[in-house]
Every structure is written in C-alpha cells, then in structure tokens.
C-alpha cells in the first residue's frame, strides 16, 4: 500500500478518476482539471492516458487527476479496461493514492457494482453520486447521511454537466488524502478465501484483489499478465474453481451474484422512491429511433446530415488554408531563388506538405464535434444498436460501428476506436476494415473524375449518384472480407450484443468543443507528422536527379510549338519569352516541371512498372500519379497538375487539369491516338483508390494497434485487391462501353 500516514502532509498523490460510461466522468474531470490537462499514452500501449493537476490543490501538495477509461466492471475484456485494472492494481503506473468512483444516481445499485469491486482492492475510495437532478425527476430520495454510513466512504453528491457539486468534491479528495478510507469491504464465502490463499501461495507477489480477479476472469486482464509459474498457478486456478462449483457457487456468476447481495445490504434503507412514474421520454423517443424501419430512416437522414455538412461546411476553411499555403509558398520562394533545390523542398516538400496536413483539420474538427455530439446526447448508442443487425451476420456486432463511422472521415480516429472493443480478434477485424471506408481524402479523386468525365456525358444527377455509390465500395467489400477473417481464419465466436441505452441529455458544449480540439490535436501530432516526412520523400522522388538540358530541351520545344500555332517565326516568340511574357514564362516552367516528373527517380519507376497496370487501361502518366499517392491519397491531384504541366497548384475543380487529361491521348501501342480517359479507365481509378490503404498515416497507426506485421498485411492486400479491382472494373467496362 502507498497511503501516507492519516494526517501526515504530502508532497504529491495521484486520484484515479473511474466509472461506467455515460456517468458524466469525463465532464467531472474537465471541471477537477480546469481543462488544464495533458495526453499521452500509457507505457507499452496504444491507449491514450488524461490526466491534469487538481485545480485547487491542497497547500504543498501536487494533485494529478488521471482519468480512467470508463469501464463496467473490473473483469476486464477490452484494451481500455485491462489498461484499468492495471493501473488500480499498480502495473506499470504508480498505484493511484485516492479512487474517485463515478456512479450514475439514477442506477446506483449497478453502478456500485464497480465500486465495489475497487473496494476489494483495498484502495481508499470517494463516492461521487451524479445526475442526482434526473434520479429527483425520476422519484429517487437519497439518504446521503446513511449511505456515506452504511457504505464507510465519503458520498459526494453531483450535476456535473452544471458544475454543481464540485467544489465540495474537491473537499472531500482534500480530506480523503489526509485520512483515507475505505468501502465495506465484502464478505467472502471460505471456500473463496481460501481459493485466494492458494493462489497466493504458489504466486509470490498476488495480491488479493488480483487473486480475485483470477478466479473469477477467464482471460481476463490479469490472467493475462501474471505468469503460469510453470503450471503451477493453472492448476491452482482449476482447483479453486472446482472448490467454489463444490461449495455452490458457480465461478461465472458467482462474484456478481455475492457482490450485488452485499450491496443490497448496504444499501437498505437508503434510497426512497416515489410513486409509480409514467413512461419515460427516453422511452417515447426509443419507439422511433430503435424502430426496424423509421429508425433506420431517421440514421440514414442523420448520417447523411453529418456528412453533408462535413463537405460542405469545411470547403470554405479548406479553401482558405489552401490559400493561405500559397499565400506563404509565394512568400518564401523568392527568398530562396538563389538556391533552386532548397527553394523546391521548403516551398513544395515542406510548405506543400504543412497544408496538406492542416487543410484536413475542418473535416477533422467537423466529424468529431458531430460524433461528440452524438454520443453526449445518446444517439450513438442507438445507432450501435441499429447497426449490430447489418454487422451481426459477418461476425461483429454494433460496437463495430463507431470505429467505422469515425473512418468515413478520416481512418486513423476509426481505427483508434476500436480501442472499446472486448474481443482482440473482432477488434483486429474492425481494424482491418476501417482503411476501406470511403474517407475524405478519397472525396477530391472523386470530383475529379466524375466531374471531368462523367458528369459531361451522363448528366448530374447520375454523376450525383456515382460519388455516392463510390462511398460504398469500400464498405461492400470489407463486409464479406470480415465474414471471411472471423468465420475461416480467426474463427471468431458470435458474441452477444449488450449495450446500455443512455437517457437522453443536452450536450455540455464546453466539453463537446474541447474534445473536438484534442482530436484535431492528436491528428496533427501524430497522423500529420507521417504525411509530412512521406511528403518530403515524394518530392525528393520528383526532384532527383536533375537533367541538365532539360531546361534548354524544353525551351526549345515550347517555342517551336507556339510559333506553329501562332503562325508567327521562332525569334518572335523566344523574344517575348526573354522579355518576361507572364503566359510564356508560367507555361515554360510547367513543361519543365513534367518533363522533370517524367525523368525523375520516381517517373523512371512508373515507367517500369506500368506493364502491371495496363490491364487496368493505365497509362504511365496514371501510374506515376498513382505511386505518388501512396503516402497519402489527396497528392494525386498535385501530381496530375505537375505531369500535365499546369502547375502543382490545381485542384480537383480546375477547368484547365480537366481539359488537359480529357484531351491526353495513347502516344504508341495498340492504343495510339485513342484517348487514355474513358470511362471504364476513370472507373477503374476510382474502385483503385476506393480500395487501396494509401495513406502512410493509417499504415503507421495500425502499426502502434497491432504491430508491423497485421501493417505490412494490410498494405499488401489491400493493393492487391485495389489492382484487382481496378483490372476487373476496366476489363468489364471495357467490353460493356464497346
């Protein structure tokens, strides 16, 4: 144990915040920290650690609040409750000196289910009662006097979305720190005790609550992290269970069953309840919203909403990062015109690269304040559980949902999501699947194409419909691939489907608003640091070598096929080029900026590889813009602007990219004269990129999940689905559109 003596001053003490979810948790802690906090991960993990100071600390003494992940109980399944377990028990963390324990007032007796469990642990413990606005709305009257009694621990009552009670929390984790104590414990069977002792015996170091947590888990948190000791520890664990079966108890329901009668005990006399209450508006609003048919019609017009607004509400932001990037590539090029190769990788491999990390932002900021808000108001959970009947058949269920959701915008938040699911091999699966949502970065390729190519020919409400379809692609492959993954090869059993349904609830903006801001930050930090290094490696691949007469080559060629057009004599035109002419100077310097793509390191490859993608009608140009976008998807359209010699500054709705690529033509083979843009080529390019992990991003945070292998995996074979894709795509349309 770390307590301090009772009334002995201290230096420094952590308080370990936790609860179920949807207790209110993460909003007590913003109020405790003051916003003042900081994230990190814990060592060895991918979970994401919060903590900050306590804002009103004791004299002399440094408060952290560390915010647990919210867990249900301490028979941990999932990554986030195991990182729990850990930490109240000491591993790999300092063990906390104070548990504050979150319970929701309007479901006290589950949710004394986990605080009871803490108490087990032996650690001091501060009750924080909350929402006890919506227990009075609901006919509950709490005896706080004989409850902090009955129980032996402070008993705090709270409204967190309002703040109330807070000051009075901060108090009592004051005096708790001073003189800790401690919740009734519970009293265990003999046959449990002595289970527990001979776990011990054969496990120097166990504590009880661990040796608890053994004989009660099966493949639970600390099974999987104390040693077998040789077997020894096995058999001990088979025969305590074997004992508890002889004395009665079944060790599956056992502990919940001795933990709730305990309760029931403390709690009597405690809590009054009022008369009979009428439905309640939760209750009215679920017979909608969970509705087979309108409350899927409801989700379908909130996700179309959501995603609406994503695109459209960003494009102003988005445009105006954009101009700010070439506000400042414009200001520092001049600066550097005496050194043309730092000029490049400042202005397009670092500048170029900053903005194409911060113009995703407002989508980022946009998906995360509609999925806060989602969640704060309990929406979320309704979702989930009208989505587990699209996912149940290939083995998930409907937690699957919200990583997927989240990869819609952008795959690296989906795929850190998955984070709250229980099962390793269903986690592993959402995982895999979330690269093949349809992500923003997708979006720009789309307009691109269609708008060039198909919108032309086939009008806008059918272009309309293609950009929707092309969302789906993605989704209608992975499906059968996770039935594939967890029916074959991971043998994934069906798993049940509980989820609680919160009441509904006006979001606390504050909050909504900070957490929006921590994402932002979080993809700044880590999804953005990648695509900028893979930015700078793909102007290097554009940039060397340098051909000496490919300046004067290029020249030559521009002036000879001006005059031509112009019907004018060479000297006329070499003359305005020498005096500056503005529309001579800019396209001279994008044809010698294709020309450099095209013997670049990385043109020279596409080159060689383009025979793999002919069968997809790509030509090398297509296959150059391709590879380019591997570290990030959105640089295609940078690099078509810069192989057609219109400059890297075009964007998917430039007339000029559109006109050129519509009038590019086969220079040789079977193809020679056709044009290279049809729509089964423009087909193909979208099921590519709808299928393909090309974002170095994503591969890096799959990597942190699971480990370069599962990565390595997953960029394989999701290239190798997109090359089939797209060959299948061609080769069909090819013959259909004959």
């Known amino acids: 144990m770390n307590d301090a003596p009772a009334g002995a001053v201290r230096t420094s003490a952590l308080v370990a915040l936790i609860g179920n979810p949807n207790t209110g948790k993460t909003t007590l802690f913003n109020h405790l920290t003051g916003l003042r906090q900081?994230?990190?991960?814990?060592?060895?993990?991918?979970?994401?650690?919060?903590?900050?100071?306590?804002?009103?600390?004791?004299?002399?003494?440094?408060?952290?609040?560390?915010?647990?992940?919210?867990?249900?109980?301490?028979?941990?399944?999932?990554?986030?409750?195991?990182?729990?377990?850990?930490?109240?028990?000491?591993?790999?963390?300092?063990?906390?000196?104070?548990?504050?324990?979150?319970?929701?007032?309007?479901?006290?007796?589950?949710?004394?289910?986990?605080?009871?469990?803490?108490?087990?642990?032996?650690?001091?413990?501060?009750?924080?009662?909350?929402?006890?606005?919506?227990?009075?709305?609901?006919?509950?009257?709490?005896?706080?006097?004989?409850?902090?009694?009955?129980?032996?621990?402070?008993?705090?009552?709270?409204?967190?979305?309002?703040?109330?009670?807070?000051?009075?929390?901060?108090?009592?984790?004051?005096?708790?720190?001073?003189?800790?104590?401690?919740?009734?414990?519970?009293?265990?069977?003999?046959?449990?005790?002595?289970?527990?002792?001979?776990?011990?015996?054969?496990?120097?170091?166990?504590?009880?609550?661990?040796?608890?947590?053994?004989?009660?888990?099966?493949?639970?948190?600390?099974?999987?992290?104390?040693?077998?000791?040789?077997?020894?520890?096995?058999?001990?664990?088979?025969?305590?269970?074997?004992?508890?079966?002889?004395?009665?108890?079944?060790?599956?329901?056992?502990?919940?069953?001795?933990?709730?009668?305990?309760?029931?005990?403390?709690?009597?006399?405690?809590?009054?309840?009022?008369?009979?209450?009428?439905?309640?508006?939760?209750?009215?609003?679920?017979?909608?919203?969970?509705?087979?048919?309108?409350?899927?019609?409801?989700?379908?017009?909130?996700?179309?909403?959501?995603?609406?607004?994503?695109?459209?509400?960003?494009?102003?932001?988005?445009?105006?990062?954009?101009?700010?990037?070439?506000?400042?590539?414009?200001?520092?090029?001049?600066?550097l015109a005496g050194t043309p190769t730092l000029q490049s990788l400042v202005v397009d491999g670092i500048l170029g690269g900053v903005g194409g990390v911060v113009v995703f932002l407002p989508q980022i900021f946009l998906l995360f304040f509609w999925i806060g808000l989602l969640e704060d108001t309990g929406y979320m959970a309704r979702a989930a559980f009208l989505m587990d009947r699209l996912f149940g058949w290939c083995g998930l269920n409907g937690k699957s949902f919200v990583p997927l959701l989240s990869s819609y915008a952008c795959a690296i938040p989906g795929v850190m999501a998955a984070r709250t699911m229980e099962d390793p091999k269903a986690r592993l699966t959402t995982i895999l699947m979330a690269p093949f949502m349809s992500c923003s970065a997708r979006l720009p390729v789309y307009v691109l194409l269609i708008g060039a190519f198909i919108e032309p020919v086939s009008g806008a409400a059918v272009a309309g419909w293609v950009l929707f379809a092309m969302h789906f692609v993605g989704l209608a492959v992975s499906l059968p691939l996770a039935w594939f993954f967890n029916r074959v090869l991971l043998r994934v059993e069906p798993l049940p489907f509980i989820l609680e349904m919160p009441p509904y609830r006006a979001p606390r903006w504050r909050d909504l608003l900070w957490r929006m801001w921590e994402r932002g930050q979080e993809f700044l930090l880590r999804a953005g640091t990648v695509i900028l290094a893979f930015s700078v490696i793909i102007w290097a691949l554009l940039y060397f070598p340098r051909g000496e007469s490919l300046a004067a080559r290029e020249t030559a060629a521009l002036i000879a096929e001006t005059a031509a057009a112009a019907g004018v004599a060479p000297a006329e035109i070499e003359a305005r080029l020498a005096d500056g002419d503005s529309e001579l100077v800019a396209a001279l310097a994008h044809r010698i900026e294709g020309a450099q793509v095209e013997q670049s390191y990385l043109g020279r490859f596409g080159k060689t590889v383009q025979p793999l993608f002919a069968p997809a009608g790509f030509d090398w140009k297509i296959t150059v813009s391709i590879l380019s976008s591997f570290p990030a998807r959105e640089v295609i359209i940078a690099t078509l602007g810069i192989i057609y010699r219109l400059g890297p500054e075009i964007d998917e709705e430039s007339g000029s990219l559109r006109e050129r690529m519509a009038a590019e033509r086969w220079a040789a083979g079977p193809r020679a004269g056709m044009p290279v843009f049809t729509i089964p080529v423009v087909l193909a390019i979208m099921v590519f990129f709808a299928l393909c992990l090309q974002c170095g991003a994503t591969v890096a945070v799959i990597r942190r999940e699971l480990d370069w292998r599962w990565a390595a995996a997953a960029f394989a074979g999701m290239t190798l689905l997109a090359w089939i894709g797209a060959v299948v795509t061609y080769q069909f349309g090819a013959r259909w559109f004959a």
Request: with cysteine; net charge neutral.
């Open 38 to 335: 900081k994230i990190a991960n814990y060592p060895g993990v991918t979970v994401e650690k919060k903590s900050g100071p306590l804002r009103r600390a004791p004299a002399g003494c440094a408060v952290e609040i560390l915010d647990l992940p919210g867990a249900y109980s301490l028979s941990a399944r999932s990554l986030d409750e195991r990182i729990a377990v850990d930490v109240l028990s000491g591993v790999g963390h300092r063990r906390p000196d104070l548990v504050v324990c979150v319970v929701d007032a309007t479901n006290l007796r589950r949710n004394l289910f986990l605080a009871s469990q803490v108490a087990d642990l032996g650690l001091p413990l501060v009750l924080v009662l909350n929402q006890v606005d919506a227990a009075r709305k609901q006919g509950l009257r709490f005896d706080l006097d004989r409850l902090e009694a009955q129980l032996g621990v402070p008993v705090v009552p709270t409204v967190a979305k309002r703040g109330e009670g807070v000051d009075a929390l901060i108090d009592a984790i004051h005096r708790a720190l001073r003189e800790p104590r401690r919740m009734a414990p519970i009293a265990w069977p003999e046959a449990v005790l002595e289970a527990r002792s001979r776990l011990r015996a054969v496990t120097p170091g166990l504590t009880d609550g661990d040796a608890t947590r053994l004989l009660f888990d099966s493949g639970g948190a600390v099974a999987r992290r104390v040693a077998t000791n040789g077997g020894g520890l096995e058999a001990a664990i088979r025969e305590g269970r074997e004992a508890l079966f002889k004395a009665g108890l079944n060790p599956g329901p056992a502990e919940a069953v001795l933990h709730y009668a305990h309760l029931d005990g403390l709690l009597e006399a405690t809590i009054e309840e009022g008369g009979a209450m009428g439905p309640a508006h939760t209750e009215s609003i679920d017979r909608l919203l969970l509705h087979r048919c309108w409350g899927t019609a409801v989700f379908l017009g909130v996700m179309w909403a959501v995603f609406q607004s994503v695109y459209t509400w960003s494009g102003p932001l988005m445009d105006g990062i954009e101009a700010l990037t070439g506000r400042a590539q414009a200001l520092v090029a001049p600066g």
